[in-house]
C-alpha cells in the first residue's frame, strides 16, 4: 500500500519543464524526511535528491542544477522541479519517506514509498 501519492508527471519535449508533487495519503499527516529517486527502465532506482524536514537540501552529484527539491511549509507535501528537461531524464519518479506522521499524532516509520509518476521527454 502507497502512503505517498506523487502527482504531476507527463509528456514533455526536450528542454521543456516539469514540477512534480509528493503529498500523504490514506492515514498519513504530514512527512519527515523525503526524498524523491527515479527508475529508468531496465536500470537501478537513484537517488535524485533529499530534504529535511528543517529545509536543508542534498542532491545526488549527477542532479545539482537542474533539480530543485522543495517542501510545503506544513510538511505536508514535497516537490521536485526539473527544467531543461532531457530524454535521458525520462523515467518513473519516485517519492519516499524515512518516517511520517499520522491524524493522530502517531509516528510511522518508514520507508514509506509513493507509487511514482511518469515522466516521458520526447526529442
Known amino acids: 500500500q502507497a502512503h505517498l501519492v506523487e502527482s504531476g508527471g507527463g509528456l514533455v519535449q526536450t528542454g521543456g519543464s516539469l514540477g512534480l508533487s509528493c503529498a500523504p495519503s490514506g492515514n498519513i499527516f504530514s512527512i519527515d524526511f523525503a526524498s524523491w529517486y527515479r527508475q529508468i527502465a531496465g536500470k537501478q532506482r537513484e537517488l535524485v535528491a533529499n530534504i529535511t524536514r528543517g529545509g536543508v537540501k542534498a542532491y545526488a552529484d549527477y542532479f545539482k542544477g537542474r533539480f530543485a527539491i522543495t517542501r510545503s511549509n506544513g510538511q505536508n507535501t514535497v516537490s521536485l522541479q526539473i527544467k531543461d528537461l532531457k530524454p535521458e531524464d525520462t523515467a518513473v519518479y519516485y517519492c519516499?519517506?524515512?518516517?511520517?506522521?499520522?491524524?493522530?499524532?502517531?509516528?510511522?516509520?518508514?520507508?514509506?514509498w509513493g507509487q511514482g509518476t511518469l515522466v516521458a521527454v520526447s526529442s
Open positions: 519516499k519517506s524515512d518516517g511520517a506522521w499520522d491524524y493522530g499524532g502517531g509516528y510511522l516509520p518508514g520507508p514509506h
